[in-house]
Each structure stands twice: as C-alpha cells, then as structure tokens.
C-alpha cells in the first residue's frame, strides 16, 4: 500500500531558529510531491511542488528537497517566525490522479 | 477572486438525514475532488472528477455520491448521514488533472452527525 508518513506530529522551536520537517514516503515511483501549510479551522495553500525529475525547490525562506531512492523529502524553512506556526502537510502523486497525504507536523515557532 | 468555494461551512446533521455539500471553483479547472479530514488519519480522497460528465471514485467513497453537470461546480451528497461521516471536508481543484498541477483548496465544511 502506498502511503506518507510525517514524523514527529508536532514540533516546536524558538523563534529565528532554521528547521526542518519530514516526510516518507513507501512508493519510489513517484509523480509529483507537494507540501501543504494548513492554519486552524482553514483548508489548505500549496507551498511548493517538486515534479519528480527535480530534487529540489525554493520559495522564499522554504525549501523542499526529493530523495526519491530513500523515499524521503523535507521542507526547510529559515529563519523562522512566530507567522510560520500551522500544520505543515506533505502529499504524494504516485502517478493515478490521486493525492496521498500525510498526518502532517504541526509546528509552532515560539516567540 | 473566489477560488474553490464552499458551503455551508458549518452543518449538524441528524442520523439519516441527507444533505449537499456544495462547492465551486471559478478558475476553469478541470480536476476536482472531496477530501474527508480525521484527526490522526490525514486527508482521504472521497470522490473525483476529471472533468464534466466524468467522476470516479477515491479512497472512502462509500455513502457519498458526487456528479459533475458543469465545469465550475462539483457537489457532494451524503445519501443518509451517520456519526461515521462527521469529519471535515474539503473541496479541490487544479488545472486538467491532479498530477503535476498545483492545487487549490477551499476553506472547508464542518459536519456533525449526531
């Protein structure tokens, strides 16, 4: 079965810290990864997408990187600020129309 | 500058009752789709259409139907409402198909089925 995992549900850290979030994935034969950022009672806004001949890609203070071998990607955000607290999401197109999506981390920036 | 809009946002549903969750997008998307959000289990794909005139089904389309009569609105209706189906749905759609293609969101209906 193909699935994405986030570990860990939440995460929190000092404001102006770099971090990073995590996402597996069980399937190498990918389309298309995104990351999602989700604010409470909201749905959700695309913050990158990386297609899978990329390794990485760049928005701002983000970055999201692919590992497709090791199943793995990961959101890097710098800098961070207390605006950055949310849920982060990661979802998979592993090629049938269909997003997979993982539990997401919720991070919250600590002033 | 709507986007992916639906309604109600908030709805309390007695067992057995029906109801329809609308949504609508006014960016000509071609792909559309329902999500379910659980605690602990992520979004789950419902249903989705790639088109007009064209649906499919996701990965918990069970006492869901959906239809696709035009290109801007894609309903989803709850044939008779259990507490298993109160969740948090979310409405998406994106250019031609979900693959490759950024996707959009709307900002979600609360359902409670008592």
């Known amino acids: 079965k193909q699935e994405v995992t986030q570990i860990p549900a939440a995460l929190s850290v000092p404001e102006g810290e770099n971090l990073v979030l995590n996402c597996s994935f069980t399937?190498?034969?990918?389309?298309?990864l995104q990351w999602f950022r989700q604010d409470p009672g909201k749905g959700l806004t695309s913050l990158l997408l990386?297609?899978?001949?990329?390794r990485e890609q760049t928005s701002g203070r983000l970055n999201a990187s692919l590992d497709k071998s090791s199943g793995r990607s990961t959101l890097y955000i710098a800098a961070s600020q207390p605006g950055d607290s949310a849920t982060y999401l990661c979802a998979v197109n592993f090629g049938n129309e269909k997003l997979t999506f993982g539990t997401g981390t919720r991070l919250t920036i600590i002033p | 500058n709507a986007g992916v809009t639906q309604t109600p946002k908030f709805q309390v549903l007695k067992t057995g009752q029906s109801m329809t969750l609308q949504c609508a997008q006014d960016m000509n998307h071609e792909y559309m789709s329902w999500y379910r959000q659980d605690p602990g289990m992520g979004l789950r794909l419902i249903h989705y259409s790639v088109g007009a005139g064209i649906t499919d089904q996701g990965e918990v389309p069970n006492g869901y139907n959906v239809s696709r009569s035009t290109t801007e609105d894609f309903p989803l209706r709850l044939l008779s409402a259990a507490p298993s189906q109160t969740s948090v749905y979310f409405c998406?759609?994106?250019?031609?198909?979900?693959?490759?293609?950024?996707?959009?969101f709307g900002e979600g209906s609360w359902l409670t089925v008592v």
């Open positions: 998406a759609s994106s250019p031609i198909t979900g693959a490759g293609n950024t996707i959009y």
């Open positions: 399937d190498s034969a990918i389309y298309n």
């Open positions: 990386i297609q899978s001949s990329q």
